[in-house]
């Protein structure tokens, strides 16, 4: 008799009785797997921090250039896009700092673990990667855990690198640690929400959307609460956002309030466990709603399926934009004297001093078109995740052609960034409006946005070619993102070389209102997005769809 020893798979010990077994081998896993996406978005957090800090200091030079900031921290427009104005009465470039970086590194870092969270347990669970993996001597609950303990060293080194930033640009070394404390436990909270969603639908992009859109409201919450009471309401503590902000660092540091946070995280986790006990792998606790026996007229083609796929998306990004833009046009009269104290900041923001209303109405018009620039980016990448899930494949053997299915994808983006474009320009003008009570400014910043398509297209067509020619590498468009971005937002304080604006499309588009508009730079873009569009056609039709 003859006997055969057997190794484990994934050189795991044979612990299948045990809930936890494996969790150490899964948790190596996800890491190499993230390893790069990690990297990542650390260097991004500490980049900006870096960045952030340096500008401040050039910009608010003088204890005068502070107090005019700290005056402009009562406007309910910038406590709703920063946070409670601490210490405004004798403002310091510390409190200055949390300000102007708390809130969006929050919220970073929250998109971050919600996107981790999700990737780890509901989209394993949706493709039957994870049904496979259950096959194998693994614990019921170690592949949760591993992705939990992936989510929680990734917030690690992204509150690592921020407080680094932060200590290495002279900023207090306690009050540092509080501020990386408050951005890794903001994101575990909102990893916790996303585990949570995780088990309420049976759809990666489901769970994704609730817990979007609960970071949404939670966004919302902050912002109202500290409108209403400056230091913080109780409305305020209702937001996750809230616990980390009134940590108070470099103005009055106190520790507590990250214990809320912490213990919020553990509580949904715990919940998201019990909720994952009451239900079958692959199906969610909320049942799946049968859809109807026929499709719709309107559904029966690419263009139609890529329009119910990305409508979700499409309205949360437009009504998000809408209120930033509100918001942010809403300072376009406070700027009046925050100019005239600081004209520093005309270094920062390029703006005419003659002029600031429509100048500063022209320059935020360039920042938000941001918004439908990395819509229009992920609406084109989206085709790579619907061919590696199959359904690409599945939509070419009922006969559509490789062209129509590129064209009518595109035709959905393209029209979806022109509406969310003009939605975003009518907002800054509603802003702008209610300052000035001149309500010329909703059509004025409407057509000023809409001059950006062009450019947005560009950069849009480069992700579709992309794509369409080496589908592996479509990613690297991102880059490109990140540079027009650094490149608007920072290329004037960090004296940029002209030939490094000129790579960004948007630093040839004439700003509007207050300057001219000259069509050629429009011609010129356009002819490049229809050029490239076609090279993703011509690829599209040449190379293997290949599904994951």
């Given at each position: 008799m003859t006997t055969t020893a057997t190794r484990p798979p994934l050189g795991v010990n044979d612990g299948s009785g045990q809930p936890w077994a494996a969790t150490g081998p899964l948790l190596r896993f996800a890491l190499r797997l993230d390893r790069v996406r990690i990297a990542v978005w650390a260097l991004a957090v500490g980049l900006l921090t870096a960045a952030t800090i340096v500008s401040l200091e050039t910009t608010y030079d003088s204890p005068d250039a502070l107090a005019a900031r700290g005056r402009l921290m009562s406007n309910p427009a910038t406590i709703m896009m920063t946070g409670p104005p601490f210490a405004v009465d004798d403002y310091t470039f510390g409190a200055m700092v949390a300000n102007e970086l708390s809130l969006w590194l929050f919220l970073a870092t929250a998109i971050m673990s919600i996107l981790l969270t999700v990737r780890h347990t509901r989209t394993e669970e949706e493709s039957g990667?994870?049904?496979?993996?259950?096959?194998?001597?693994?614990?019921?609950?170690?592949?949760?855990?591993?992705?939990?303990?992936?989510?929680?060293?990734?917030?690690?080194?992204?509150?690592a690198a921020a407080g680094a930033a932060l200590v290495t640009g002279g900023m207090a070394a306690p009050d540092s640690a509080a501020f990386a404390a408050g951005c890794a436990l903001t994101g575990l909270v909102f990893a916790a929400v996303a585990a949570v969603t995780a088990q309420l639908t049976e759809h990666a992009r489901g769970a994704t959307g609730l817990a979007m859109a609960v970071l949404a409201v939670a966004f919302l919450v902050r912002g109202i609460g500290d409108v209403i009471d400056h230091q913080g309401s109780w409305v305020s503590w209702l937001s996750p956002f809230a616990w980390a902000q009134q940590t108070r660092p470099y103005v009055d540091l106190r520790w507590w309030p990250l214990a809320v946070a912490l213990v919020a995280a553990v509580a949904l986790f715990a919940a998201a466990v019990l909720l994952?006990?009451?239900?079958?792998?692959?199906?969610?606790?909320?049942?799946?709603?049968?859809?109807?026996?026929?499709?719709?007229?309107?559904?029966?083609?690419?263009?139609?399926?890529?329009?119910?796929?990305?409508?979700?998306?499409?309205?949360?990004?437009?009504?998000?934009?809408?209120?930033?833009?509100?918001?942010?046009?809403?300072?376009?009269?406070?700027?009046?004297?925050?100019?005239?104290?600081?004209?520093?900041?005309?270094?920062?923001?390029?703006?005419?001093?003659?002029?600031i209303t429509t100048g500063f109405a022209a320059a935020i018009v360039s920042f938000l078109v941001v918004a439908p620039?990395?819509?229009?980016?992920?609406?084109?990448l989206r085709l790579r995740a619907e061919e590696e899930s199959g359904r690409t494949e599945a939509l070419l053997a009922t006969g559509s052609?490789?062209?129509?299915?590129?064209?009518?994808?595109v035709a959905v983006v393209a029209a979806q960034v022109a509406v969310m474009t003009a939605v975003i320009g009518a907002g800054a003008g509603l802003g702008v409006w209610t300052g000035t009570g001149e309500a010329r400014w909703v059509g004025d910043l409407t057509a000023a946005a809409l001059v950006y398509l062009p450019a947005v297209a560009l950069i849009g067509s480069v992700a579709l070619a992309l794509y369409g020619v080496a589908p592996r590498v479509a990613g690297l468009v991102w880059l490109l993102v990140v540079g027009v971005v650094l490149a608007l937002f920072l290329?004037?304080?960090?004296?940029?070389?002209?030939w490094v604006m000129d790579l960004s499309p948007l630093t040839h588009t004439p700003r509007l209102p207050g300057g001219e508009l000259d069509a050629w730079p429009l011609a010129v873009m356009g002819a490049g997005a229809l050029a490239l569009t076609a090279v993703g056609v011509a690829g599209f039709r040449r190379r293997d769809v290949v599904p994951g």
């Open positions: 990667r994870l049904e496979v993996l259950r096959a194998l001597p693994v614990g019921r609950f170690a592949p949760a855990g591993a992705a939990v303990l992936t989510v929680t060293a990734a917030n690690l080194v992204v509150a994952a006990r009451h239900r079958d792998l692959g199906a969610g606790v909320r049942p799946a709603r049968p859809g109807p026996a026929a499709a719709s007229a309107g559904l029966l083609s690419p263009a139609g399926l890529a329009w119910r796929l990305l409508r979700g998306a499409f309205a949360a990004w437009s009504v998000g934009a809408f209120f930033f833009a509100v918001a942010f046009g809403a300072l376009a009269n406070s700027l009046e004297d925050a100019f005239a104290d600081v004209p520093e900041l005309g270094e920062w923001i390029a703006i005419d001093l003659a002029d620039l990395v819509f229009t980016v992920t609406g084109v052609t490789r062209p129509g299915l590129l064209g009518g994808w290329g004037e304080m960090l004296a940029l070389p002209a």
